[in-house]
């Protein structure tokens, strides 16, 4: 799983285009059902908690700016045995593809970052 690329709109990931804020999984990209880093519940993160392998952590973009979540969030991803990270989203996508190219089971949740820019990560070479 590599995130090519990210703007306001969405993502592009592993080359196919994902609208909206978005869930990434070892294997597969849902959408992720939050307008904003608000939205975000325990609930939200429920989707990791049923995965085998364990995910050992999730990193949470939430936009152009790295907001707080609530503690009880925190804390339920925490207890679980999963890590989380939260970052904004341009932060985001690149912890998570470094974590992808070591070889970590990591998931992600992704807002898109408002704006009229179009960003792309370039971290990883392509044979």
């Keep these: 799983m590599y995130i090519d690329s990210y703007n306001s709109r969405g993502f592009t990931i592993n080359g196919n285009r994902v609208l909206g804020p978005c869930a990434l999984l070892p294997h597969s990209v849902v959408q992720w059902n939050v307008g904003s880093y608000q939205d975000i519940t325990e609930e939200s993160f429920s989707l990791f908690w049923m995965l085998e392998p364990r995910i ?13 979540l609530h503690s009880k969030v925190l804390q339920a991803i925490r207890q679980r045995g999963i890590a989380v990270e939260v970052q904004d989203t341009p932060g985001a996508c690149a912890t998570f593809n470094f974590l992808c190219h070591e070889g ?4 992600a949740v992704l807002i898109p970052p408002p704006g009229e820019t179009s960003l792309t990560y370039m971290g990883q070479d392509k044979e």
């Excluded at 050992?56 to 707080?68: A, D, P």
């Excluded at 970590?104 to 998931?107: F, L, S």
């Design 56 to 68: 050992e952590i999730v990193v949470v973009g939430t936009g152009n700016r790295t907001e707080r």
């Design 104 to 107: 970590r089971v990591a998931g």
